[in-house]
């Protein structure tokens, strides 16, 4: 894993230097995404993915946390500053939305993933490299169930329709959905945010059951 920019972070740093290691660090997670989204059935695979991620994004942090050093980057033009910067932010989100995907894969809690980076950052880079996706045939009066999936691999998720949580105004839009599975495996019951798709179950090579969500019903909490 690469970590160019702390070593430099006392000295300055050329703006062709910090492209080509910042090239370097996109190319490496670009790389354990597309290793996660062309075998997603492979569970060890995907928690060696997490993890790498989960440093990954170290890495991007410590970038982020030189953002205003003006001695490292005293040799830079403003319009390299920002363009440079503008290319962090973006490979930083989506490594973000990526480890929080996971997350609940690798055995982890997750509070889950907000509408607008699913739809506009995961959703895309998934449908793009083969997945489906597919809106499940359940009624549910704040929120729908839709399923990505790729292969023998599947993930099913609540997907709140209700507005994000405000919470600077104190505004919450979080939501009780309580589900049963066809047969006699049971159900669930999950909390959601506003706005936000929540992981309740996915099929790999390790975690087989998978079920038939066939009615639910949700309370405003």
Same mark, same amino acid.
Not at 56 to 81: H, P, V
Not at 177 to 190: I, L, P
Not at 195 to 211: A, H, L, S
């Given at each position: 894993?690469?970590?160019?920019?702390?070593?430099?972070?006392?000295?300055?740093?050329?703006?062709?230097?910090?492209?080509? #290691?910042?090239?370097?660090? #996109?190319?490496?997670?670009?790389?354990?995404?597309?290793?996660?989204?062309?075998?997603?059935?492979?569970? $060890?695979?995907?928690?060696?993915?997490?993890? $790498? %991620?989960?440093?990954?994004?170290?890495?991007?942090?410590?970038?982020?946390?030189?953002?205003?050093?003006?001695?490292?980057?005293?040799?830079?033009?403003? +319009?390299? %500053?920002?363009?440079?910067?503008?290319?962090?932010?973006?490979?930083?989100?989506?490594?973000?939305? +990526?480890?929080?995907?996971?997350?609940?894969?690798?055995?982890?809690?997750?509070?889950?993933?907000?509408?607008?980076?699913?739809?506009?950052?995961?959703?895309?880079?998934?449908?793009?490299? /083969?997945?489906?996706?597919?809106?499940?045939?359940?009624?549910?009066?704040?929120?729908?169930?839709?399923?990505?999936?790729?292969?023998?691999?599947?993930?099913?998720?609540?997907?709140?329709?209700?507005?994000?949580?405000?919470?600077?105004?104190?505004?919450?839009?979080?939501?009780?959905?309580?589900?049963?599975?066809?047969?006699?495996? /049971?159900? /669930?019951?999950?909390?959601?945010?506003?706005?936000?798709?929540?992981?309740?179950?996915?099929? #790999?090579?390790?975690?087989?059951? +998978? +079920?038939?969500?066939?009615?639910?019903?949700?309370?405003?909490?």
């Amino acid at each position: 894993m690469l970590y160019p920019f702390v070593v430099f972070a006392q000295s300055s740093y050329s703006y062709q230097q910090a492209c080509q #290691d910042l090239e370097r660090l #996109d190319n490496a997670m670009v790389d354990m995404i597309a290793s996660f989204t062309r075998f997603p059935e492979n569970h $060890q695979n995907t928690i060696v993915v997490f993890n $790498q %991620l989960k440093k990954q994004n170290k890495a991007y942090q410590a970038i982020q946390n030189l953002r205003f050093d003006y001695t490292m980057f005293k040799e830079w033009e403003d +319009y390299q %500053l920002t363009a440079f910067y503008n290319q962090v932010d973006k490979m930083q989100a989506i490594a973000n939305v +990526y480890e929080e995907l996971l997350r609940t894969i690798a055995g982890y809690n997750s509070a889950g993933i907000e509408g607008p980076e699913m739809e506009i950052l995961l959703e895309p880079l998934l449908l793009d490299s /083969g997945w489906y996706k597919k809106k499940l045939d359940v009624s549910c009066e704040h929120a729908y169930f839709v399923e990505y999936g790729f292969g023998d691999f599947k993930m099913m998720f609540i997907k709140s329709i209700l507005p994000a949580n405000d919470y600077r105004n104190m505004k919450y839009n979080n939501i009780e959905v309580t589900f049963t599975y066809e047969g006699y495996a /049971g159900g /669930g019951s999950w909390y959601v945010g506003g706005n936000k798709y929540r992981m309740i179950q996915f099929k #790999d090579n390790e975690n087989t059951q +998978y +079920y038939r969500v066939v009615e639910a019903t949700s309370v405003i909490k």
